[in-house]
């Protein structure tokens, strides 16, 4: 079983046993939480988009670890008058794992 999920504001297409990153959660390293944004299920080769169906459904899943992302450098340049600025930042980043994708039994 494969969902459509949303995690701090983009979209993962995921499994069960899949890890992911993400920007930085307001959770605890080994936290489980779950996640309730759930788009599409895919279920036995069929695609689920109901959102009554989809709003009994959730997909747990966990905090492997916090780390720093990749640098990212911005660079900004006028022409002519030798201005010049280099900066850069990282992001805060959380993997995290997904443990299961629990749904509703009951089609109605």
Known sequence: ??????LS???FHVGEGD???SFRLKKKKGEQFNITEIFALEKDGIIITDKKYLGNCCVVAE???EKKGKKIYVFKKK??????R???HRD???LVRIIKIQ??????
Request: avoid cysteine; charged fraction near 30%; aromatic fraction near 6%.
């Open 1 to 6: 079983m494969r969902a459509i999920i949303g």
């Open 9 to 11: 504001g983009k979209q």
């Open 19 to 21: 890890v992911i990153e």
């Open 63 to 65: 905090v492997i670890e």
């Open 79 to 84: 022409k002519k008058t030798g201005y010049k």
């Open 86 to 88: 280099k900066k850069g």
């Open 92 to 94: 805060f980043i959380s």
């Open 103 to 108: 749904s509703s039994d009951v089609t109605s």
